[in-house]
T-cell receptor
Framework: KAGVTQTPRYLIKTRGQQVTLSCSPISGHRSVSWYQQTPGQGLQFLFEYFSETQRNKGNFPGRFSGRQFSNSRSEMNVSTLELGDSALYLC??????????????FGPGTRLTVT | QKEVEQNSGPLSVPEGAIASLNCTYSDRVSQSFFWYRQYSGKSPELIMSIYSNGDKEDGRFTAQLNKASQYVSLLIRDSQPSDSATYLCAVLGGNQFYFGTGTSLTVIP
């Protein structure tokens, strides 16, 4: 069974640009959660999508947005990039909403560098 | 104040010893508790979950939970060099997971 895939794996962008990251969950999983990982803050929850609906949102500015498609694939968009957005962005999939299934399976991440 | 606190380490133990990893959490997030292992350059993988006070053992791993003290720990017995990684503590509170910044563990052969 294929795991969680994320594309691209590495990305370099300039301040002010926007970026879109993609996540394909494990087949049959309908929940996708997004996290930002930085050395100082650790893993921080961005949002969760289940069956194309945003269930929860973390404490991030509106520049961070996402969506989920009918095939459960999810995209995350960051507009007007700032230097502080440089991080590893991880997505995690679950068969049910994460808070019900408890187990989350993480993808390899997208390393975003903003210059 | 952060929801979940971990000692960042690094923690070094000799091969065969017991590694003890600790985590404290704020009282607003106190439902279920998880330990993830993250190798350098890799994504986190779930290794233990614990939901009630006491100990839970799985092979060489033991998770301990004390809700009164808001404390959860992970013990790794007979530590192996392959256990060298960053260990993340996660707490389910409300509708989301809160993660600590992780403790870096090095097992010295």
């Amino acid at each position: 069974k294929a795991g969680v895939t994320q594309t691209p794996r590495y990305l370099i962008k300039t301040r002010g640009q926007q970026v879109t990251l993609s996540c394909s969950p494990i087949s049959g999983h309908r929940s996708v959660s997004w996290y930002q990982q930085t050395p100082g803050q650790g893993l921080q929850f961005l949002f969760e999508y289940f069956s194309e609906t945003q269930r929860n949102k973390g404490n991030f500015p509106g520049r961070f947005s996402g969506r989920q498609f009918s095939n459960s694939r999810s995209e995350m968009n960051v507009s007007t990039l700032e230097l502080g957005d440089s991080a590893l962005y991880l997505c995690a999939s679950s068969p049910l909403p994460a808070v019900r299934s408890y187990e989350q399976y993480f993808g390899p991440g997208t390393r975003l560098t903003v210059t | 104040q952060k929801e979940v606190e971990q000692n960042s380490g690094p923690l070094s133990v000799p091969e065969g010893a017991i590694a003890s990893l600790n985590c404290t959490y704020s009282d607003r997030v106190s439902q279920s508790f998880f330990w993830y292992r993250q190798y350098s350059g890799k994504s986190p993988e779930l290794i233990m979950s614990i939901y009630s006070n006491g100990d839970k053992e799985d092979g060489r791993f033991t998770a301990q939970l004390n809700k009164a003290s808001q404390y959860v720990s992970l013990l790794i017995r007979d530590s192996q060099p392959s256990d060298s990684a960053t260990y993340l503590c996660a707490v389910l509170g409300g509708n989301q997971f809160y993660f600590g910044t992780g403790t870096s563990l090095t097992v010295i052969p």
